[in-house]
């Protein structure tokens, strides 16, 4: 009661932190009457019916559908058949409930976007909003009412796949993408053609893998759980997603899809989740091999008590649970099962399938790969890229440079372009970074391509280094483009080593000793360790993944046509040694300190990662100046209000991301040397100036003490803003009690 007790305080207060922008799914008394009506009709195998889904069409699935046993199918992806599978559920079944159809809409249906952690480092909420409603728009035209996405777990850890899928390591950016893609995705309604009920995954901690390896297990504290890997989250529910999903991982020892602390108390009573949750792929059925269950039907009662509604391809509910229920050995579920149930008819209703169960066919013509949705596709792309290094300003790059030579295994690639779960995006869409550079230089521009460095991503193949190198010397400069394959990140990607993989860093090494102007161009779903090629290479661009669009996108960037202004939402480490690396650490009791032996750092490593987060670099210069704070004496109940002077003092017209950070001086417990809390991309003209203004609530710099209270507590703070987490400039203010005012 105790614990519980405190629950509800800490509810309290976090409540009154984001009830001003509050979206989430509310109920309608006329909504609640139907689904009481239905409940009430339905047996106990129509019910756990409604709680079940299975992968794609066949005999068993369809017939069970008419029986009332189905009540979600995923991973059909045509209009036509997703109509023919509604009407059995609808004409044939008793109560006729439709199906709601889900995907995997991650980073686009058809039109194949960025990768999401690549739309986060564009840091533009509206143009994400844009592309993700675009994705909502394309996938419902084919019979999508669905997407688990977006992937919201915060990810310290490189080597971890799954990376490429989120908004990288910080917990207020993410939990800004997180509002993003959910109100994209969603709409202003559910209802019509034109929208997806999205699905915030994987709650919860499912990033924290240890060693970065799926699938792993997590342990950590109830304060990192609520400082870090929540907040994304709450912003998800709080922006109105309907549907969650619970993860694979175990959570400090209860498995995240048997939680009852994660799924229930803090989800549907804290939060007052009124949508569903979803289990991933069997992850009730694992339950059995996490060791907490004996068999399928234990693992699914589990489950249902900690809070999962539906069960994805495990089978847990629908096989043996009713007997158990019947033989009264299950007495507590029956309750949960009704709301389950009554959870999952309401977001039935909420898109609008008791009126309209079935898709308009002939919308996709005009939907799918539109002009709109491809330019969307190809501005996101260029706002995503970062620029880590230009020695002497060698980009952009002149258009009718005389001879360019395009090199390495992913220059005409499409397939790598596309990332991981591309969904239904098509290779033979994708324009390649050589189409794309092929289209912009001048008719005058001779490209050298050879196609011999083709197979040089995983294997120790050298046999096309010697055509690489005769081309670079016979070129007035170098685009050199290197990195991953498309399935060397994602689920079930994990990687160990983090360096170019195969023998693209010897290629790097030759063609760099030719003498020539070099750009390395860097495609990959998750930071790399490059120490050399940052230290040798005059330019590098990060590409990430940049979806079909990718090789126009490049080349906008690399011709000048995009100034780019992206900044990385993930730190690069030095090595694999120094993972975890993130900026929002902790500043320990020893420092680290160069001239101290007895500090915290390595003896055979720097301390200090290769890129710090925040950081991306610009065709132009940013100058921060006049920073100050309105008042610097505030108590909990005010906005801190921060003012700074942002000025292009460069030549070229460009967009800076500036960045504010929050660090407590002196609390009860240990705090982060910086806290992100805010940020604005700004477009400025040459030699522009605009001063920019912050505002944010005292109530969002509290923290959990010791007591696990959500609290503010009365002491001084740095503010400090700039274009990335190391380059900034700082003032401080002073939180009081209310009554010292």
Known sequence: MKFLHRMQAVCLILLTVISVSAQRITLKPEVEEKIDKLLSQMTLEEKLGQMTQFSGANSMNETMIREGKVGSLLNIRDAKEANRLQRIAVNESRLGIPLIFGNDVIHGYRTIYPIPLACAASWDTALVRQAAKIAGEEARAEGTHWTFAPMVDIARDPRWGRIAEGAGEDPFLGSAMAKSFVTGFQGKTLTGQSSVLACAKHFVGYGAAEGGRDYNTTDMSERTLREIYLPPFKSAVYAGAGSLMSAFNDLSGIPASANRFTLTDVLKNEWQFNGFVVSDWNSIGELVAHGIASNATEAGVAALKAGVDMDMEGRAYSDGLATLIRQGKVPESLPKIRDAVRRILRMKYELGLFDQPFTDEILAKSVILSPENLNIARSLAAESFVLLKNDRDLLPLAKNIKTLAVIGALADNQDALLGTWECEGKAADVVTILQGIRSAVGKTTKVLYDPETSGLVVNENRSGFASAVAAAKNADAVVLVLGESRDMSGEAASRAVLNLPGVQEELAKEIIAVGKPVVVVLIAGRSLTIPWLVENAQAILMGWAPGIQGGNAIADVLFGDVNPGGKLPVTFPRSVGQIPIYYNHKNTGRPANAFYKFSSKYIDEKSTPLFSFGFGLSYTTFRYSGLKVIADRLTSNDTLKVRVNL???????????????????IASVTRPVK??????????????????????????????????????????????????????VSTDFEVIQSEEK
């Open 675 to 728: 806290e992100l809390k805010g940020f604005q991309r700004v477009v400025l003209q040459p030699g522009e100036e605009k001063m920019l203004e912050f505002s944010i609530p005292i109530t969002e710099i509290g923290f959990y003490d010791s007591m696990m209270k959500y609290v503010i507590e009365p002491g001084k703070f740095e503010v400090m803003v700039g274009g990335n987490s190391d380059e900034l």
């Open 647 to 665: 000025m292009n003092s460069g030549k070229r017209k460009g967009a800076e991301v500036a960045q504010l950070y929050i660090r407590d001086l």
